[in-house]
Each structure stands twice: as C-alpha cells, then as structure tokens.
C-alpha cells in the first residue's frame, strides 16, 4: 500500500506544512490506483525536525504539500518519501486522486523561510 499524506488545518488543506494542526493519510492501492482508506491523524508539536519524523513513522510514501521548508523536504528525502511542494490548494482527498490521475499541479517552490525556517510573516500564501 501506498501511503500518501497531506497538511490540513480546520479539516481543509494548509498550505503551510508546518501549520498543519492534523494529516490526512490515504491509503492507496497501488495495483487499482484507487484510495483503499483514509485516516486524520494528529501529529506532535511542530518543533524542527518533528513533522518528518513522525511522517516517516506514520509509513507515509508521498506527501503533497504547499510551502515547505527546505530542511523538512530534504529530511523528507532522506527518509525516502517523495515530497511534492507547491501544491495551489484544495480538498485533500481531490489532491490525492489528482496526484493519482497525473494532474496534480504543482510549482516545485517551497517556502522562503530562514534561518530556523520562521515562515509566520509571510501569509497563508505557504
């Protein structure tokens, strides 16, 4: 199975992966390409480092993303898990059968945080 993961916030999609209060996991038959379950899972305090390390435990495969900082996609990487950033928007589990039909848009471009990747001044644009 295929475990693909996406940031929510208020049971909608946050497009600021670090702003995520809860993570929708889908999982997908690989053979049919079709959604099997789906699960809404809480993570743990967003600390440095937190997020992709309790994803990697969850079994995810993929995770569809808006902004995301470069330190997150890269740990992300390490673990082995595809990470798609840039993702405009939308109801998870339509992001999901998109990602699925290869139709999912996405821009490719994380978030523009530094330092410890302090993104809060920048918007819901991430």
């Not at 295929?2 to 929510?8: D, Q, R």
């Not at 993303?65 to 673990?79: I, K, T």
Request: aromatic share 6%; hydrophobic share 35%; net charge negative.
């Amino acid at each position: 199975m295929l475990k693909i993961v996406v940031p929510t916030i208020n049971g909608g999609f946050s497009s600021h992966f670090g702003g995520a209060d809860r993570f929708a996991i889908f999982e997908v038959d690989e053979g049919s390409r079709t959604i099997a379950s789906q699960v809404s899972a809480a993570p743990p305090p967003h600390e440095q480092g937190s997020f992709p390390l309790w994803l990697r435990d969850q079994g995810a495969s993929v995770i569809l993303a808006g902004g995301m900082g470069p330190r997150a996609v890269q740990m992300l990487e390490q673990f082995g898990i595809e990470t798609v950033i840039g993702v405009g928007g939308g109801e998870p589990e339509q992001l999901v059968r998109a990602y699925l039909d290869g139709t999912l848009s996405a821009t490719g471009e994380g978030c523009g945080g530094g330092g410890l990747h302090d993104c809060a001044g920048h918007g819901d644009g991430h």
